[in-house]
């Protein structure tokens, strides 16, 4: 069954309409580590996104860290998705029912983390090619989508199971060799991951009483999405039998109500895979892990409601909200701000912190990174702790929580943010060593070559040193490295810092 084109092109005016003010917000969270500073890898020890990572370079090199474009990209593959899951709907559901799923989930306020937060492009782009996975009947063209989706987000291995329920041909599972023989063959890519949220780290019966209390928000935040709040962490430490026994009996009484368990099947694996339940994530709670199991729900919704006009108030208050929330990722202060106040959460005191800092404002910036290393310690909050102390001339203090975040992890900021504690110290023997053993790690990291550079021509190391900081200055030609340059060769000791 073909899609009127007047109904595409309402998708994309509505969608559009929605989220359009977004494209003129700046980057917000760790989109700087990411798409600035570009940092990412998709080989790194932890993921393997290199489909995902290749997107985001390419834009990057043909545009620059423009956040327009990032933001263009990801409401346009989001659009995208909207009428390819409408005709993905058209095969199971009348004509009014499928466009009132799809226009919900264009406009859903779930949805919005995934359109508006750059770094989560990877969303709507393993879904991209997930839909078309199932749209296509020819197996090889649906195995090399499912193969892109994959290696967008490992989320897109969901589209596997849909596959073969859908299809019932095995010779699909030819993907997950394709896909293991680069991941672990070639790149040699693991699942060693740091510890980075408190989820990670309790115990069995505690995770599991957070699955529940985890997979009653997920249904929440389908019918009741207000209150959204970025970077969830928060945990529980008992059961609530009340919320487990209803969420059993609800997918009892559907399972058996349904003839096609296509769509429960769909939002089943969704939210196992995020509910802590087998394996702990980064966070507790995300909405845009929401991304895919949305589309489950929506399907299980069309199964047992006949769409009635009336009906179409729904996308029209979600429309108004999600627009609403488009505007809270106008940029990291005004998220972090506003997200303060609906939880407590480590990520968001700490990025609220850097934010205050970047705006001349260390003594807010303290108070907040010190709630966020009380909440849950990590290498990015003691970082930040680290140069707010810097800022303030704390430089004891500083050296403590820089040494503290590499307890927890090993990033360049660390390596570079002590070697600065240093230099400031006159403990120039030790700036030497510890930008030494950041450069095993980073050995292209111009900042940790400046350093080294500085600290042993103070030392009286004065060739080494002018190597080391025309070395940055080879992988980073800023102009101020170009002043230190200058001077050292006119043997001025008189200037950085």
Same mark, same amino acid.
Do not use: C
């Given at each position: 069954?073909?899609?009127?084109?007047?109904?595409?092109?309402?998708?994309?005016?509505?969608?559009?309409?929605?989220?359009?003010?977004?494209?003129?917000?700046?980057?917000?969270?760790?989109?700087?580590?990411?798409?600035?500073?570009?940092?990412?890898?998709?080989?790194?020890?932890?993921?393997?996104?290199? *489909?995902?990572?290749?997107?985001?370079?390419?834009?990057?090199?043909?545009?620059?860290?423009?956040?327009?474009?990032?933001?263009?990209?990801?409401?346009?593959?989001?659009?995208?998705?909207?009428?390819?899951?409408?005709?993905?709907?058209?095969?199971?559901?009348?004509?009014?029912?499928?466009?009132?799923?799809?226009?919900?989930?264009?406009?859903?306020?779930?949805?919005?983390?995934?359109?508006?937060?750059?770094?989560?492009?990877?969303?709507? %782009?393993?879904?991209?090619?997930?839909?078309?996975?199932?749209?296509?009947?020819?197996?090889?063209?649906?195995?090399?989508?499912?193969?892109?989706? *994959?290696?967008?987000?490992?989320?897109?291995?969901?589209?596997?199971?849909?596959?073969?329920?859908?299809?019932?041909?095995?010779?699909?599972?030819?993907?997950?060799?394709? $896909?293991?023989? /680069?991941?672990?063959?070639?790149?040699?890519?693991?699942?060693?991951?740091?510890?980075?949220?408190?989820?990670?780290?309790?115990? %069995?019966?505690?995770? %599991?009483?957070?699955?529940?209390?985890?997979?009653?928000?997920?249904?929440?935040?389908?019918?009741?999405?207000?209150?959204?709040?970025?970077? /969830?962490?928060?945990?529980?430490?008992?059961?609530?039998?009340?919320?487990?026994?209803?969420?059993?009996?609800?997918?009892?009484?559907?399972?058996?109500?349904?003839?096609?368990?296509?769509?429960?099947?769909?939002?089943?694996?969704?939210?196992?895979?995020?509910?802590?339940?087998?394996?702990?994530?980064?966070?507790?709670?995300?909405?845009?892990?929401?991304?895919?199991?949305?589309?489950?729900?929506?399907?299980?919704?069309?199964?047992?409601?006949? *769409?009635?006009?009336?009906?179409?108030?729904?996308?029209?208050?979600?429309?108004?909200?999600?627009?609403?929330?488009?505007?809270?990722?106008?940029?990291?202060?005004?998220?972090?701000?506003?997200?303060?106040?609906?939880?407590?959460?480590?990520?968001?005191?700490?990025?609220?912190?850097?934010?205050?800092?970047?705006?001349?404002?260390?003594?807010?910036?303290?108070?907040?990174?010190?709630?966020?290393?009380?909440?849950?310690?990590?290498?990015?909050?003691?970082?930040?702790? #680290?140069?707010?102390?810097?800022?303030?001339?704390?430089?004891?203090?500083?050296?403590?929580?820089?040494?503290?975040?590499?307890?927890?992890?090993?990033?360049?900021?660390? $390596? /570079?943010?002590?070697?600065?504690?240093?230099?400031?110290?006159?403990?120039?023997?030790?700036?030497?060593?510890?930008?030494?053993? #950041?450069?095993?790690?980073?050995?292209?990291?111009?900042?940790?070559?400046? $350093?080294?550079?500085?600290?042993? $021509?103070?030392? #009286?190391?004065?060739?080494? #040193?002018?190597?080391?900081?025309?070395?940055?200055?080879? %992988?980073?030609?800023?102009?101020?490295?170009?002043?230190?340059?200058?001077?050292?060769?006119?043997?001025?000791?008189?200037?950085?810092?």
């Amino acid at each position: 069954m073909k899609i009127k084109q007047g109904i595409v092109y309402l998708l994309i005016i509505v969608g559009f309409l929605t989220f359009g003010a977004g494209l003129f917000n700046n980057f917000a969270a760790d989109d700087e580590g990411l798409i600035i500073q570009n940092f990412g890898s998709s080989f790194t020890a932890n993921y393997f996104k290199p *489909v995902f990572y290749f997107t985001v370079s390419n834009i990057r090199a043909a545009f620059g860290p423009n956040p327009i474009i990032f933001h263009l990209v990801s409401l346009v593959l989001h659009i995208t998705n909207s009428i390819l899951l409408l005709s993905l709907f058209k095969k199971y559901f009348n004509h009014k029912t499928a466009y009132f799923l799809s226009l919900v989930f264009l406009v859903h306020p779930a949805a919005v983390e995934s359109v508006a937060y750059a770094s989560a492009m990877q969303e709507p %782009l393993f879904l991209f090619f997930g839909l078309l996975a199932l749209l296509f009947k020819n197996i090889i063209v649906s195995g090399s989508f499912i193969l892109l989706s *994959v290696l967008s987000k490992e989320t897109g291995i969901l589209f596997l199971p849909v596959w073969l329920y859908m299809r019932r041909d095995f010779r699909i599972f030819v993907i997950l060799g394709i $896909y293991a023989v /680069q991941r672990f063959w070639i790149f040699k890519v693991f699942f060693n991951k740091e510890v980075v949220a408190p989820i990670m780290i309790i115990d %069995l019966y505690s995770r %599991l009483a957070t699955s529940v209390e985890v997979l009653w928000r997920y249904l929440v935040l389908f019918f009741v999405p207000i209150n959204l709040s970025f970077g /969830q962490n928060w945990l529980v430490e008992k059961f609530d039998l009340i919320k487990l026994f209803f969420l059993i009996f609800l997918f009892v009484l559907i399972f058996a109500k349904l003839k096609s368990k296509l769509f429960l099947l769909w939002a089943g694996i969704g939210l196992l895979l995020h509910s802590q339940i087998f394996m702990p994530l980064d966070g507790t709670f995300s909405e845009r892990w929401f991304y895919f199991p949305l589309i489950g729900f929506l399907g299980i919704v069309g199964s047992f409601v006949k *769409v009635r006009p009336a009906y179409f108030l729904i996308p029209m208050v979600f429309a108004v909200l999600s627009f609403s929330r488009v505007l809270d990722w106008k940029d990291s202060l005004t998220l972090f701000l506003r997200d303060a106040n609906k939880s407590e959460s480590f990520m968001v005191e700490s990025g609220l912190a850097s934010e205050l800092l970047r705006i001349d404002k260390p003594d807010e910036a303290k108070r907040h990174a010190l709630k966020s290393v009380a909440l849950f310690g990590t290498h990015i909050n003691n970082i930040n702790l #680290g140069a707010i102390y810097i800022k303030m001339g704390e430089l004891e203090n500083a050296e403590i929580a820089l040494n503290n975040s590499l307890h927890y992890g090993t990033l360049v900021q660390s $390596y /570079q943010g002590l070697a600065i504690v240093y230099i400031l110290k006159g403990e120039n023997e030790k700036a030497v060593l510890i930008t030494g053993e #950041g450069l095993k790690r980073y050995p292209r990291f111009a900042n940790l070559w400046l $350093y080294m550079g500085v600290a042993k $021509y103070r030392l #009286g190391q004065k060739n080494e #040193g002018l190597t080391a900081v025309q070395k940055s200055f080879t %992988l980073n030609p800023l102009p101020e490295t170009q002043v230190i340059i200058n001077a050292m060769q006119k043997g001025d000791n008189k200037f950085f810092l």
